[in-house]
């Protein structure tokens, strides 16, 4: 339950992010839908991002050389 709450809360203020860099005014409905587009822009940026960044964790050498000791 936190785990969600925490990723919930990421996502938020993300999109208050979103809103305050760009000065939108979510009262107008073209900003409502501008603010769509920059948000799931937004979203496909990161996961992208988190893709690249586990692929390069996952490649890292984790363990030791053994070959030193010998």
Known sequence: MKTFLI????FVI?????????NLAMSKQENIVKF???YLGWVDNFSV??????GNVVRLE????NSEGQ
Do not use: H, R
């Open 36 to 38: 769509t587009e920059l």
């Open 14 to 22: 993300g999109a208050l992010f979103v809103i305050s860099n760009n």
């Open 7 to 10: 990723i919930m809360m990421f």
């Open 49 to 54: 991002n988190l893709k690249q960044v586990t």
């Open 62 to 65: 984790w363990f030791p050389d």
